[in-house]
C-alpha cells in the first residue's frame, strides 16, 4: 500500500477538476481525469508549514527571503546540476500568467510567436489574446512518437520572422523529454535568427526511468541569454490552488523588461501561503517525489498492460514523462466530436479533448492520471466495456 492509494475525496473542495462538472454542462457521475492537478495530498511537511502559519493567524503583504532561494537552488543543484543565481529569479502567480508576461514584453502586437502543436491550449491562447500573430512548427507523428521537424522549425522563424519561441519541455500533451541534442539542435536556430525563448519547464520533475530533463538555459551561454526559463512546485507537489512561481532570466535586459511588464500588470507580491508551502516542498519534498514518480511508473505499466490486452485499439503514446497520458484514439474511428461525446457519455469519463491542443490533436484525448491507481484502473475497465459496445 502507498501513501498515493489513498482515495482523497476533493468534491465540494473548490476543486476545478471536481466541482465545476455542472456548470460546464458534464454529466455528475462521471470520472475527472482532465485538468493538470493530482488527486494526491501535498507532502506531509508542506502541510504542517502551512498549518503553523495558519495558527499564526496573520497574513498580511509577504515576500520571501534567502531560505526561499536556497531551497529552489539546492533543488536545481540536486536534481538538474544547474546552478542559479539569486538575481535572475522573478516570482510570479504561474506559469501562463508568466508566459503573458513574457510575449508582451518581448514583442509586439502583430509580431510572430511560435509554439509546436500539439500542446498545452494556452499557449496559442496567450499569443492570440496578446493580439500576436500565431505560428505553429507542427510536431511530427509518426509510429506513435513525436519528432521536431527541424526543417520546418527554421523555415518557420525565417518567413515569419518569429520574435519569441514558447517551448513545451517536458511536453505536455505528448510526452516527450526532449533530449540535449533535440534542444541543442532548436536552441541554435534561435540564436542564429535571435530568438527569444520562453522555456515552460513545469513539468521538469515528471520523466521516467531512461530519460533526463535538460534545462535549456543550461546548454550554452548564448542561449542562456536569450533565455526565460518557467519552472514552478505547482504541479511537482501538487500545489496550483497556492498560485507560485519561478521564472529565471539571467540576460539582465530581458530581466528588466519581464519586470517593467509585471509591474504594469499591478502584480506585487505572491500570496504567502504560496510562498512557505514552495519552500517547504523544495527543502523537503525530495523523498514524496521519488516515491510518486515509482507509483506514476507503476500506474503507466499497468495501463500499458490492460489497454494492449483489452483495448488494442486504443494506443497510449509512451510518456517519457509528465502525468499525461496521450491516448491516440483514432482507430475508433469517430469524428472529434463524436469522440469528446463518447468519452463522457458512453465511458464516462472526463478528460481533455484532443483537439483542445490545436492542429495534430483530432482522434486524441489527454489522460490525467495522477489519482490513486484504483481510479485509473475503474477508468480502464469503463472504457473497455464502452469500445466494446462501439461493435
Ligand atoms: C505546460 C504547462 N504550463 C503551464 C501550466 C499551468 O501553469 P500555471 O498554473 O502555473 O499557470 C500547465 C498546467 O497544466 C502546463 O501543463
Request: charged share 20%; aromatic share 10%; proline share 4%.
Amino acid at each position: 500500500m502507498s501513501i498515493f492509494d489513498e482515495v482523497v475525496d476533493r468534491n465540494n473542495s473548490n476543486s476545478l477538476k471536481y466541482d465545476t462538472a455542472r456548470y460546464r454542462g458534464i454529466p455528475d457521475d462521471v470520472l475527472p481525469m482532465w485538468v493538470a492537478d493530482m488527486d494526491f495530498k501535498a507532502p506531509q511537511p508542506v502541510l504542517d508549514r502551512l498549518d503553523e502559519k495558519v495558527r499564526h493567524g496573520i497574513f498580511g503583504y509577504s515576500d520571501s527571503d534567502d531560505r526561499y532561494f536556497n531551497a529552489i537552488k539546492n533543488w536545481y543543484a540536486d536534481r538538474f546540476s544547474w546552478s542559479v543565481k539569486p538575481e535572475w529569479l522573478v516570482k510570479t502567480p504561474g506559469v501562463v500568467f508568466a508566459i503573458g508576461i513574457a510575449i508582451r514584453a518581448l514583442t509586439n502586437p502583430g509580431q510572430a510567436v511560435m509554439i509546436q502543436q500539439p500542446v498545452y491550449a494556452p499557449f496559442s491562447g496567450m499569443v492570440k489574446k496578446n493580439k500576436r500573430q500565431l505560428i505553429v512548427n507542427q510536431l511530427a507523428y509518426h509510429n506513435q512518437t513525436y519528432q521536431i521537424d527541424l526543417d520546418d522549425f527554421e523555415k518557420q522563424i525565417i518567413r515569419h520572422q518569429v520574435k519569441l519561441f514558447v517551448l513545451c519541455n517536458p511536453h505536455n500533451p505528448v510526452g516527450r523529454v526532449w533530449t540535449k541534442e533535440e534542444l541543442t539542435a532548436m536552441g541554435e536556430i534561435c540564436v542564429r535568427h535571435g530568438v527569444y525563448i520562453c522555456s515552460d519547464e513545469i513539468h521538469q520533475d515528471f520523466v521516467y526511468a531512461g530519460h533526463k530533463h535538460e534545462v535549456l538555459a543550461q546548454l550554452s551561454e548564448p542561449l542562456a541569454q536569450q533565455t526565460l526559463t518557467c519552472t514552478a512546485p505547482s504541479k511537482t507537489f501538487n500545489l496550483a490552488g497556492l498560485q507560485v512561481s519561478n521564472i529565471f532570466i539571467s540576460n539582465s535586459h530581458i530581466r528588466q523588461k519581464f519586470k517593467n511588464e509585471l509591474r504594469a500588470s499591478g502584480y506585487g507580491l505572491l500570496s504567502v501561503m504560496g510562498l512557505i508551502a514552495c519552500e517547504t516542498a523544495y527543502e523537503q519534498g525530495q523523498a514524496w517525489l521519488d516515491e510518486l514518480l515509482v507509483y506514476l511508473a507503476g500506474t503507466i505499466s499497468w495501463l500499458n498492460t490492460y489497454l494492449s490486452q483489452h483495448i488494442p485499439q486504443i494506443r497510449m503514446i509512451q510518456p517519457e514523462g509528465t502525468y499525461l497520458l496521450w491516448l491516440d484514439c483514432s482507430q475508433l474511428g469517430l469524428s472529434a466530436v463524436e469522440l469528446d461525446q463518447f468519452m463522457l457519455s458512453k465511458a464516462g469519463l472526463w478528460l481533455s479533448a484532443g483537439t483542445s491542443f490545436g492542429q495534430g490533436g483530432k482522434g486524441f484525448q489527454r489522460m490525467n492520471i495522477g489519482c490513486p491507481r484504483s481510479m485509473v484502473q475503474k477508468a480502464a475497465q469503463q472504457l473497455s466495456e464502452a469500445v466494446r459496445s462501439l461493435s
